[in-house]
């Protein structure tokens, strides 16, 4: 993509002269070690494109390494006619031009990429396209286990920080999930007091680890009206369910109460613990998710009551782009983060880069987050070669943004290297004291 305003190649050629830093991800492990090119093509979050431009079944068979690529190829090449213009079909593009010097895709493109498939599983080759991403640092959200992190034997991918994954925590609903969450401290628990004491022991134990954060995706399973319970409405689930291993609480007539205290008591040890905490809000990947629980609007009360812990709204809420620049324009506390939402839909992006410049502090904006590896084709892979595509689409989507706003004559071009250095770096690395 290319800027019409005179700065654009200045303001691009900066932002690209950068390291940045990743503010969420989900590489589990290096990878993919790819093994046919519709792999590369499909990628991860493109195959929801692909998929909704066919059918379940043909989408799944995309998937099917057992079946050999040339006969997979006729869905992919009915699919990507339908589907090859979006900001995930932009991700694939760039990546086959980068890594296989192929402008197209078509049956022989994919024939000569057969040929030089990367091992991106090998750590050196992993790292080298992180480096050339000028990628420093991923703030990563990869479900570790609870054991190795207190044990301190946990390796995260290259340039990862972990975060603490908090939505199973408070989705408690019997006796066998409260046991399960503490069992790598050792014990079982019996009182709602011993279960929390218990997360506040595990948090402390993934802080003293190096975590620099929580991580909030509880819009998946639940809408985001966290309500203010007693403390007494809850444990009379929480002992409802523990006074038998067979009971489940039912949701959500049960399980609310009990899951919006603890995670309104999990809000206070983090502003304690002075862990920000990151929030899923706006779209759900895949396919059929009900978007209206997950618009952050619905978490204006939360903000309030929790002024003092601070909260990082994942995925620019899209598409509720103006809730969100009101959630950060009226709380202190609130920040936006376009994490995934740059390839999700870039001009969304330019359009709100240009509004967040013009109506909230651009020191609460953080401008990129790969958030890769959620789906866990070819083993929850980090994707290294997406993330440098993405990252190269953040860079053009935040200098088209800015020289646009340098055209106008809102600010400088040497204030919009400024703003673009806060977003792509400056404010996350404060923000989450990287110390980078
Ligand atoms: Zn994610």
Not at 214 to 227: I, N, P, V
Not at 355 to 380: E, M, N, R, T
């Amino acid at each position: 993509m290319k800027g019409a305003a005179q700065s654009y190649h200045d303001l691009l050629d900066y932002c690209q002269s950068i390291y940045i830093i990743d503010c969420h991800d989900h590489a589990m492990h290096t990878g993919p070690k790819y093994t046919d090119p519709v792999q590369v093509v499909v990628g991860e979050y493109f195959h929801t494109d692909l998929a909704s431009a066919t059918s379940a079944e043909e989408a799944q068979l995309l998937l099917d390494d057992t079946v050999a690529w040339e006969k997979r190829w006729p869905i992919l090449e009915k699919a990507w006619a339908r589907t090859k213009h979006t900001g995930y079909a932009q991700v694939t593009r760039r990546v086959l031009r980068r890594f296989y010097e192929e402008d197209g895709l078509s049956f022989e493109a994919l024939q000569r990429m057969q040929e030089r498939l990367p091992d991106l599983s090998d750590v050196d080759a992993y790292d080298a396209v992180l480096e050339e991403a000028k990628i420093l640092l991923r703030i990563e959200d990869v479900w570790p286990d609870t054991g190795e992190i207190l044990a301190g034997t946990y390796t995260p991918t290259p340039r990862g920080k972990v975060v603490i994954s908090l939505p199973d925590l408070h989705a408690i609903r019997s006796y066998a999930s409260v046991q399960e969450i503490v069992a790598p401290l050792g014990r079982t628990v019996s009182t709602l007091d011993e279960y929390l004491n218990a997360c506040r022991e595990i948090f402390e134990g993934f802080k003293s680890y190096g975590a620099v954060a929580f991580k909030d995706q509880s819009a998946y399973t639940r809408a985001l009206d966290y309500g203010n319970p007693t403390r007494a409405e809850a444990e009379a689930v929480f002992n409802w369910f523990m006074a038998d291993p067979l009971r489940n609480a039912s949701y959500p007539q049960q399980t609310r109460p009990l899951d919006d205290y603890l995670f309104n008591t999990f809000m206070r040890m983090a502003r304690d613990m002075d862990l920000p905490v990151q929030i899923h809000t706006g779209h759900l990947a895949g396919l059929w998710g009900d978007i209206r629980g997950a618009n952050a609007v619905q978490m204006a009360d939360f903000f309030l009551r929790h002024r003092q812990t601070r909260f990082d709204l994942f995925h620019a809420n899209w598409p509720y782009s103006g809730e969100a620049l009101y959630l950060c324009k009226n709380f202190p506390n609130v920040m936006v983060d376009f994490c995934w939402t740059n390839m999700l839909d870039p001009i969304y992006c330019q359009n709100m880069y240009r509004q967040a410049l013009s109506s909230v502090p651009h020191g609460k904006i953080f401008g990129f987050g790969s958030d890769l590896g959620a789906h866990g084709f070819y083993g929850h892979s980090g994707y290294p070669d997406r993330a440098w595509a993405h990252a190269q689409i953040a860079r053009e989507n935040i200098a088209i943004a800015l020289s646009d706003m340098v055209e106008i004559g809102y600010l400088g071009l040497d204030e919009a290297k400024e703003v673009a250095y806060g977003w792509l770096f400056a404010n996350p690395n404060a923000f989450y004291r990287l110390g980078l």
